[in-house]
């Protein structure tokens, strides 16, 4: 870059010098609004517009007691594929917590898949949240679940409708008890 310069005289120097000065200025607020971006959830769901039966699972949970999603039809599913090495899982688990309170006494539940993990690595990180999970967290040891849902990355988030079909997907971390969010999961409650 030097050398580029060195071809031009001197104030044409100075002027092409202010030019990249501002050009690394303007890329280096960028890219911290890009991070910002990626660090602050999103406070929406995507709607799927053509509903997919989810697909079926049975998983154990902390007492390895063993869960079927079909048995949740009649109630819209919050489905939570989550791992505790990833930063936003973990920024959005308390807020799943708050929405699981929220939604006390409507047919609604949370199953929140852990990916690859075991209980006594999911216990440490729960157990060290201010409110531990009330939701159940289930196992999916050898991601095979997770590898029958669209599921691209973590955290990936699927609201099921009552009749067990994807209606909003979410990759990334939201905060879940935000009005917009609950506003969605309302209309699915309401629905016939």
Partial sequence: ????????????????????????AALAFSAEAVLAADTAPAQFLFEVKERVPAPDFILGDMNDTKR????????VVLV???????????REMPSIE?????MKGK???????????DPDTVSGFTGAL?????FPILFDTDSSVAKAWPVMGLPTTF??????????????????DNQ??????QALLDAQ
């Fill in 80 to 90: 939570n594929f989550w791992a505790t090495w990833c930063p936003p899982c973990r």
């Fill in 1 to 24: 870059m030097n050398q580029c310069l060195k071809s031009f005289n001197a104030p044409a120097r100075r002027l092409a010098s202010r030019f990249m000065l501002a050009g690394l």
């Fill in 68 to 75: 079927r999603l079909s048995d949740f039809r009649d109630k």
């Fill in 130 to 134: 201010d409110a531990a999970p009330s």
């Fill in 180 to 185: 917009s969010i609950l506003a969605q999961i």
């Fill in 159 to 176: 609201i099921l409708d009552k009749q067990g079909r994807i209606a909003y997907r979410a990759m990334g971390a939201r905060e879940f």
């Fill in 98 to 102: 708050r929405l699981y309170q929220a």
């Fill in 107 to 117: 047919d609604f539940e949370i199953l929140a898949i852990n990916v690859a993990e």
